[in-house]
């Protein structure tokens, strides 16, 4: 306890600390991040231009879009910064603002994402219904609603984090993941470890639980389509969504629900890699 101090800045140490590949990381990254947002962008363009697009189908997609730049370009500019620059450092204020953000972006795009296979499940299982349930009122709740609990959720670990000590300024990641400045605190954190599990295990595993509920009711009545080839094209494209959806749960999960004894520093960045830079990057295609 003796130990504590409310640093000012704190030292991000990046994905590796070897030279070469740190080199090979900033390559990948770039490419990822650059491919992701022009891909998002693109879609967003798309479906504002073209009238044929607005439906609420593509609505959710373009605000899911919107949802995966921003959750990017939250962590990753810096990264690339930092390693053109030579700097490592980022101030206190700018650490919790970027966990804000980041726990803001992450939280609502899972939630969109069981609005979208909400919306396929009836365009899909209800098809003469759906232009009346997806009313506009419907999908603007279903669209702002995870951006407010998102905010709500992300300003209560941001709030509670302000408050800690650190023993240490040197953050083993290439951002201020909340899991790696609870690490750091020499402070009591058991409220902010509950707070972990309490407010984004209900946002994972129920976003997760109805995107599988609405997918299982999608693949019976795909199965019965009699052509092949509509079947195929069908299965084709909720199967590729379901399969990021499937990467984006699963690396979330290991990173923040399994027992802290599994965790190691390079299996946790590699699984953020996965969710940060993958999974956006995949979304629009």
Not at 9 to 14: C, P, R, V, Y
Not at 38 to 61: E, K, R, V, W
Not at 197 to 206: D, E, N, Q, S, T
């Amino acid at each position: 306890m003796d130990n504590q101090t409310q640093v000012s800045e704190f030292i991000l140490l990046g994905l590796s600390q070897q030279p070469l590949q740190r080199q090979v990381f900033f390559s990948l990254s770039c490419i990822l991040y650059l491919s992701g947002c022009l891909g998002n962008l693109l879609t967003i363009l798309a479906i504002i231009l073209d009238p044929h697009l607005h439906s609420p189908m593509y609505f959710f997609l373009s605000n899911l879009s919107l949802l995966d730049i921003c959750f990017t370009s939250t962590t990753i500019p810096k990264m690339l910064v930092n390693h053109l620059c030579g700097l490592t450092t980022i101030s206190f204020s700018a650490c919790l603002a970027q966990m804000y953000f980041f726990i803001t972006f992450g939280a609502a795009d899972s939630m969109l994402l069981s609005a979208i296979a909400y919306d396929r499940y009836l365009a899909i299982c209800s098809p003469l219904h759906y232009m009346t349930i997806m009313s506009v009122l419907r999908c603007t709740l279903l669209v702002v609603i995870p951006w407010i609990s998102a905010n709500l959720i992300s300003m209560v670990h941001t709030i509670l984090m302000s408050h800690l000590s650190f023993c240490t300024n040197r953050i083993p990641h290439f951002f201020c993941d909340i899991n790696a400045l609870i690490k750091l605190s020499c402070s009591d954190t058991q409220v902010n470890e509950m707070l972990v599990l309490v407010l984004g295990g209900p946002v994972v595993l129920i976003s997760f639980v109805c995107i599988m509920a609405s997918y299982t009711p999608i693949a019976v009545t795909v199965w019965k389509v009699p052509s092949v080839q509509g079947r195929w094209k069908a299965f084709s494209t909720c199967g590729s969504h379901l399969c990021v959806v499937c990467l984006f749960y699963g690396t979330i999960i290991g990173v923040y629900f399994n027992p802290a004894s599994t965790h190691t520093t390079q299996r946790d960045m590699a699984a953020t890699v996965m969710y940060t830079m993958v999974t956006p990057m995949l979304n629009p295609f």
